[in-house]
């Protein structure tokens, strides 16, 4: 083996929503909203918003979460509560190509991890529609260990847990912070954009053949 082969990566770590499960709460919202998308998207951004949602990624429970925000604007409740109620519909199918990406990579023997913010409550609705969550020899879930991307300790978490060392790793994740951290710790990282953009960095990285 080369000094060039030994630095390669030999793990990959993959983020889930948005590489590798199509989520996204429009989804389920331009149909409450019967094709208003102004009326959605103010929703989305003055009710139900990102930074609302990034707390149940953190681990607070969803009826807590609803109840609160229902407090501040009764008459949303319904669309409110329709978010971990109807969670199934946010989630449109698998990233085009990416799973295939995934199965070559599995084919390989190539050791697959995934470390995603994501409710610990929602979560089993991905893993009951995608058996290609379970393709993973271990998964970290932000709101089962109650720490959010980017924030070094999930990382430290993955680590600890399934015994990898940072440089041993490539990561995959669809935010720029989330690529930032990675490699602030030791880890190689790519942004993903499309699955043949992801591809032919695993073949750069030697984890697939051209």
Sequence with gaps: MTTMDASRPTIVVFDLGGVLVDWNPRYL???LFGGDDAAMERFLAEVCTPAWNDEQDRGRPWAEACELLARRHPE????????PARFDETMAGPVRGTVEVL???????????????????TFPHALARFPFLQWFRGTVIS???RIRKPDDGIYRHLFDTYGLRAGD????D????????ATRLGMRAVQFTDAAALRGTLVEHGLLDA
Excluded at 103 to 121: D, H, I, K, Q, T
Aim: cysteine-free.
């Design 174 to 181: 669809d935010s720029l912070p989330n690529i930032e951290a």
């Design 103 to 121: 199965a070559e990579l599995r084919e390989r023997g190539v050791p697959l991890y995934a470390l995603s913010n994501w409710s610990a409550e």
């Design 76 to 83: 949303q409740r319904a669309l409110i509560e329709a978010w």
């Design 29 to 31: 919202y331009r149909s």
């Design 169 to 172: 790793t490539l990561f995959v």
């Design 143 to 145: 709101g089962a260990v």
